[in-house]
């Protein structure tokens, strides 16, 4: 362990008349909760609470320090080492350490957020007793081991710290808190708010798109407030048409506040009421009832946003970010934007579901030309549909392309153009500069599907996991109960060689609305590996449910669920797949045999099937490929692939070695091995 400062509570006489006992350095004591600093554990009421090592690290570093405020880029700086991850990060650590903590939210005692700095860890303000005196243990007195690395800060326990850290075990730093002085402004914590789908109350029960659309847009515009935590649409829609009681949607949630509203149309007139209560006692903050035309539909939205952040004390420019984001006041154009997410949120991704997204967002530009969201979903469409449909290919690109030409031309400074700029300067091999321009674009707004995306592949792309990791749980802070999510995670903590944090997030998953392929395959594989339980039979029963998937209906994989538990059999069906693509289920299905393989422990056979599935994306060979084809790359963790010759030559031929001998940012377990080489594990 990296040396300590001197401890100062045994220099002389404590403040307080008495002197302090001889602190252990290595841990902290209260009440029931212990944190182990050499063991990296924390402990409460004696059982130990399982905690990520970054969330344990981010404890450490605040509890090494009470009372001392931690901005938020200096947690990111001292925990994670840079700032490639987004701040919102942090709001899920802080909840899941809360958690640990038995801490309630709205009535911290231990973790305090601190408005517009960052947060605070104080000890508690009871006296101690006789017995917990004598085996009084202190703060070590430095940062965490997991912020102990060359360019990290250390931080010695300071006097003042000590003093404070006195005050506090005699009961006088927090003693009018106690006797009824009421809490400091710095202990709410940052609002947190769910915008619960608005009910229809129309007649004919027809305008639910209109009632959803009024949630949507104010959801957006109250997102935008960087003091405001709001969840998103597909976790707040899990509650359409359920009259459930506030507490607990609103710890399913894990937020402070939720806006109901109900929306009434007859012909052109509306009627909307809305309402802002609190989550843990149903109690009503605000309500208003608007009676407007339907034309003023979206002036209602603005007033609604403004109300409510008025209400929570936060500020909100509604015209700024109604002019940044580049989407529609075409209430036509909205629904089928609504209608267009909804299928990508649910993760519907076959050929039938990418048709219907393009006939949407077709329809979508032509009632709002203007409208560069919609822009921007027609030309995602087309690509995804691209995919699909071999023999449109080419005449499907160049349309998406033309389309994007034009959100260049219509909308140069907007995120979207910026993004799509980005993702042009990757295809060229401009990597450093494409992903520090994704980066720009992911967090200068709210952390959502569109906007994030992109720079998940490159950093995934780059063999950057944990990175990937924090960013996508960030993404999932504001939208848990998104499939989509769940399921790009499981992918992601598989690569990184978290198998328990996997299969953990495979069974939350499995009560999410959704496709489950890809996570039923990962956990095919996983048990196919002796990674995950259950043996044979869930073995039998996950190839089941698979072959109710299109894509995996194939001569190959029919066949293998005959050969289930014989090794040699099932790894003979995967190398015909790779010398036969057709009965491997060709391009759309390449990534069956290549996690087959290497699930089986064969790393010379994945690996060929590694390279098969990545010659046949595009751009392969030219070093043009998008960012999104090298996940096969690093979606093999079983068999050492990673440590294989064949494997090392295709990150040299795919630009990814470049990339990080150029900036010193080696991928998750790889590194140089003297001057022209290098290995991964």
């Known amino acids: 362990m990296p040396a300590r400062a001197p401890i100062l509570g045994d220099q002389g006489p404590c403040p307080l008349g008495k002197r302090m006992p001889q602190p252990d350095p290595d841990r902290l004591a209260f009440n029931d909760v212990v944190i182990d600093f050499a063991g990296r554990r924390l402990l409460r009421g004696g059982a130990e609470q399982a905690l990520e090592p970054k969330a344990f690290a981010v404890l450490a570093l605040l509890a090494a320090s009470p009372g001392r405020v931690f901005g938020r880029d200096e947690i990111l700086d001292a925990v994670w080492g840079h700032r490639h991850v987004t701040q919102s990060v942090i709001n899920r650590i802080m909840s899941l350490l809360r958690q640990a903590l038995g801490e309630d939210a709205q009535r911290p005692r231990l973790l305090h957020t601190v408005y517009g700095i960052g947060y605070r860890f104080d000890l508690p303000s009871a006296a101690p007793s006789p017995a917990e005196e004598a085996s009084a243990i202190h703060p070590v007195p430095e940062a965490p081991a997991a912020s102990s690395r060359p360019g990290g800060r250390r931080r010695p326990l300071a006097l003042a710290a000590t003093i404070l850290l006195l005050l506090a075990a005699g009961g006088w730093l927090y003693g009018d808190r106690e006797r009824g002085g009421g809490p400091s402004t710095h202990d709410a914590p940052r609002p947190s708010l769910a915008v619960l789908p608005f009910a229809d109350l129309s007649p004919r029960g027809d305008q639910a798109y209109l009632a959803d659309g009024l949630a949507e847009e104010i959801r957006n515009q109250l997102a935008q ?12 829609s899990a509650f359409k048409g359920k009259d459930g009681d506030p507490r607990a949607v609103g710890r399913s949630l894990d937020v402070a506040y939720l806006l109901e509203g109900s ?31 339907l034309r003023d539909v979206f002036a209602v939205q603005e007033d609604i946003s403004r109300n409510v952040a008025l209400a929570l004390s936060v500020a909100l420019d509604v015209a700024r970010y109604n002019r940044e984001q ?5 209430i036509g154009a909205y629904e089928r934007y ?32 203007q409208c560069v969201l919609c822009w921007d979903a027609l030309a995602r469409s087309l690509n995804a549909l691209a995919l699909e449909e071999p023999d449109a290919r080419g005449a499907l690109q160049a349309e998406s392309a033309h389309v994007r030409a034009r959100i260049a031309r219509i909308a140069p400074d907007s995120w979207i153009a910026r993004r799509d700029r980005a993702n042009a300067w990757w295809r060229q091999g401009r990597r450093t500069d494409a992903i520090a ?8 707004g709210p952390a ?123 790894l003979a069906h995967v190398r015909r797949a790779v010398e036969v693509p057709a009965y491997g289920g060709g391009p759309n299905a390449a990534f069956v045999p290549t996690g087959v393989a290497d699930a089986l422990g064969d790393a010379d056979l994945a690996v060929a099937a590694m390279r098969r599935e990545l010659e046949a994306a595009e751009g392969f060979d030219s070093g043009t490929m998008a ?50 080489d290098f290995q991964c594990r």
């Open 225 to 236: 407030a960087p003091a405001l935590q709001v969840v998103g649409r597909t976790s707040s």
């Open 338 to 369: 609504l209608r267009w997410r909804d299928i990508l949120m649910q993760g519907r991704l076959d050929v039938a579901h990418d048709r219907e997204r393009v006939r949407l967002a077709q329809e979508m530009v032509a009632l709002d030309p």
């Open 437 to 444: 321009l994704a980066r720009q674009v992911a967090e200068a």
């Open 263 to 293: 929306l009434r149309r007859d012909r052109d007139r509306l009627r909307v009421t809305a309402r802002l209560v609190r989550a843990d006692t149903g109690r009503q903050v605000w309500s208003e009832t608007y009676a407007r035309e």
């Open 448 to 570: 959502t599907q569109e906007r994030v995306w992109d720079y998940a592949f490159m950093l995934y792309a780059m063999g950057h996991l944990d990175e990937t990791i924090a960013l996508v749980e960030g993404v999932r802070a504001i939208e848990p109960m998104a499939l989509y999510l769940s399921r790009d995670l499981q992918f992601d903590y598989t690569a990184a060689r978290r198998f328990p944090q996997a299969e953990a997030e495979y069974q939350r998953g499995q009560h999410l609305s959704g496709s489950q392929l890809g996570p039923d395959f990962l956990a095919f594989c996983g048990v196919l590996a002796g990674r995950r339980a259950g043996g044979l039979e869930r073995l039998r029963a996950l190839h089941g449910q698979l072959l109710a998937h299109r894509e995996m209906d194939t001569p190959f994989f029919r066949d293998l669920g005959a050969a289930l538990g014989d090794r040699g059999a099932m």
């Open 627 to 676: 960012q999104q084809p090298y996940v096969a790359l690093w979606n093999a963790p079983y068999s050492g692939v990673r440590s294989h010759p064949q494997f090392k030559a295709m990150l040299v031929k795919a630009g990814v070695v470049d990339y990080w001998r150029q900036t010193g940012r080696w991928g998750d377990g790889c590194g140089p091995a003297g001057a022209d």
């Open 326 to 330: 580049g989407g529609t006041t075409h």
